[in-house]
């Protein structure tokens, strides 16, 4: 009997996780990176997939083992490369694929390529679990601790590494797992191990680089950008943060100016054009130490609140190449705060291209900081004029509904209540985006100030409003305090000269609306009134889109969709109107039942011909098989955690987004975090498990610790739901490194005893049905695929903290129905 291969199944777990967040990194270049959900549910279909073609084949696959997982192991390290060079030749293209019937079969196609690695891997994990039932625990304990590493590993490899060169890393680590295995299997092929680890040294020098080199969509703005005759890629850096790209176009100069008046007579100065992931354009301006030349900036809507304040101590959110700050300096801000997630943007501007963008980050009075808004804002004591929220995404991406699915804290109540805490007397908020039409993004900005002013205690918001729009731009103003008349003269003024609608101030008459940028009724005054009236829910119900407010709970504040609309805007697909749908919430629910119908056939198909079998056996042997468990109970079982321990998971995530500062961070540590303590928790179990009696008396025992470690879950949830809020916020000042280590704490005992459930139910299966095994593993990964997905849809419409909640009544239902 061979030794079980416990490393080689940490190594090979780590490298499919690893797989898993490359591959969200790798579509976030070539599409968008709302396909995250795709990798998620590839991934946890593969598994699924797998345990159910292990039940099916399971004798035949045990007596085989070490060849079997050796070889499962090395196809997974082969087909990881492979398979995405081959997704990245189809011609995949997410705008059409509400209107082309092509696209939903090419995005299948690439759904089945990048599904065989995973089914290759899990193929080799479950078996393990087949072959060796009586160790359960302990390759449960295994398998998550090296999910866990997997995911810090990849991360932390991804700011060394190009998203290429990592996924060569985890091509080796899938073959390097097949040679460890047959090394701790003893297996007779003396020299398989040498050859294996010679293929994953050889492999990536021997294949073309442009094999595998990135491609992406011919929609991004980067891909349309390079279309120019001339354009050229002349700096470009990578990590877990984002592909960051500077492009100049020496022969058409480019002219970034979001929602520039066309009253303006000047032009921007020489500029190169920077993107994130191929996307979210911002330009790095030429400046010299010259105020005239950025004399464009005031024709902008964003200028606003330096006509109505003097000398501002100012707070840039989302700096990006600095032209926010350009702008301050021209208005002769006193002081200037800026902060930037990227570092590499930082970098760029004032390291490798200083000599073109003259060190704005090192201009009297400005400051930089590296760092994600929200977090950076909470942790500070100090008090501003004028906070600025830049314009931080792409207007072809928000207004194609591409960021639907994004979480933003950016613009929650909470985050509105922060800033406005951060002003000084008289000091004003201002946020600007995109117009899109009709209007929704700056209707669900104007009703979070609102609600954020309520909260606070204000007695009469409309006494502090301020929103005027472009053509192509809208900014907001929010003021700790009324506005003067003198402002309100001021406001007016800026808007005539530029041809800006006034849109909103207080005592502000409809015949004043609406005068440049003509729409076919005053829709923004309208609206605005209607959110400041008595009728804001009766307005907010009719409207069709969703404006209301976004908070930390549901921080989902680019979705809009909603159901009753969906005829009315598709009926409207020969005016150009799909992409008002904001698809990427359809195209999630169709992921949603995409998953569900493959998770339920992979479920109930193999029971069925399991079932079959064992009738047969029984009759042939004379036996009625009355002391198994109900296939439907196991079912139930393994369907109640593996939503459980997703929910909770993903819920927890979201909950330290804003502690540690980037989502990156939480998916990282927060990850790591739950799975190593997860499989901790699952040897503690089998210890406690394997110290106690025999027979009866151990069926008791297992039901009693899987009570014990349900109820602990419960109570930490609970407690974490009420009281983490607040310990967080007080904790923010931290530095990060500790800030991380609080966050492990905080995650470990919860962790340790979500680890317990799916050992103990596995091994109570294996007990009664050997068989059953590889099946029950099938149902826990594919319930995975549906949480994954459905976890986000719970979100949007309930969130977070119902999510939990959720979480833990199938934790209870699971508990009592324990097979």
Known sequence: ????????????????????????????????????????????????????????????????????????????????????????????????????????????????LLFVPFFCAATSICLTF????????????????????????????????????????????????????????????????????GAALVLPAALPRDWVALKPSEYKELSQILRIRDARVIAESSSPLGLVTIVETPSIPLRHAPGLSLNATMEPPPQLAVFTDGDGLSALNHYDGRREPLSYLDYLTSALPYHLLVRPKTLVLGSGAGADVLQALYHRASAIDAVELNPQVIDAVQGRLAAFSGKPYSAPGVRVFAGEARSFIAGRAGRYDLIQVALLDSFSTSSAGLYALSESYLYTVEGFEDYLRHLNAGGMLAITRWVTL???????????????????????????????????????????????????????????????????????????????????????????????????????????????????????????????????????????????????????????????????????????ILRRRQRVTAREHGASGTAEPSGWQIAFYFLAIGFAFMFVEIAFIQKFILFLGHPLYAVAVVLCAFLAFAGLGSRHSQRLHASGPAGPRRVRDRRSLLAKAVAAVCIVCVAYLALLPLLLRLMMPLPDPVKIGVCVLLVAPLAFAMGMPFPLGLGRTAASSETLVPWAWAINACASVVAAVLATVLAIHLGFTAVVLIALVLYVGAALACP
């Open 438 to 608: 009709p209007p929704r993004d700056i209707l669900k900005l104007f009703a979070t100030a609102i609600v954020a002013m309520e909260n606070a205690g204000v007695p009469d918001p409309s006494r502090r409003l301020v929103l005027i729009r472009g053509w192509k731009t809208a900014t907001l103003i929010v003021r700790n305090g009324e506005f003067s008349a003198a402002q309100i003269d001021a406001l007016r003024a800026f808007c005539r000269a530029r041809s800006f609608d006034v849109e909103y101030y207080p005592g502000m008459q409809a015949a004043e609306a609406n005068r440049y940028n003509v729409l076919d009724k005053p829709h923004v005054f309208d609206a605005a009134q209607a959110l400041l009236g008595n009728g804001r829910d009766d307005f907010q119900a009719r409207y069709k889109f969703d404006v209301r407010p976004a908070t930390d709970d549901k921080p989902y504040f680019f979705h809009f969709f909603k159901w009753r609309s969906l005829r009315e805007l598709a009926g409207l697909k020969e005016q150009g109107g799909l992409p008002l749908l904001e698809w990427g919430y359809p195209v999630l629910i169709a992921t949603l039942l995409q998953a569900s119908a493959a998770a339920l056939i992979l479920i109930l198909l193999p029971l069925w």
């Open 1 to 112: 009997m061979p030794a079980v291969p416990l490393f080689a199944l940490s190594l090979l777990s780590a490298a499919a996780l690893g797989y898993e967040i490359l591959l969200m990194r790798l579509f976030s270049i070539i599409l968008w990176h709302h396909f995250a959900y795709m990798m998620i549910s590839v991934a946890l279909l593969g598994y699924g997939a797998a345990g159910a073609m292990v039940a099916l084949a399971q004798r035949w696959l045990a007596h085989r083992f070490t060849a079997v997982f050796a070889s499962g192991a090395a196809l997974f390290g082969l087909c990881s490369v492979a398979a995405f060079a081959l997704a990245q030749q189809v011609a995949f293209n997410p705008l059409e694929i509400l209107w082309d019937p092509r696209q939903p079969l090419r995005l299948l196609v690439i759904y089945l």
């Open 130 to 197: 087949t072959r060796f039932v009586e160790q359960i625990p302990r390759i449960y304990g295994f398998d998550i601790l090296g999910a866990g590493l997997g995911s810090l590993a990849i991360i932390a490899a991804l700011f060394v590494l190009a998203p290429v060169d990592a996924l060569w890393l985890v091509c080796g680590a899938g073959l390097a797992s097949a040679a460890l295995a047959c090394v701790e299997c003893r297996w007779h092929r003396r020299f398989l191990p040498a050859v294996l680890l």
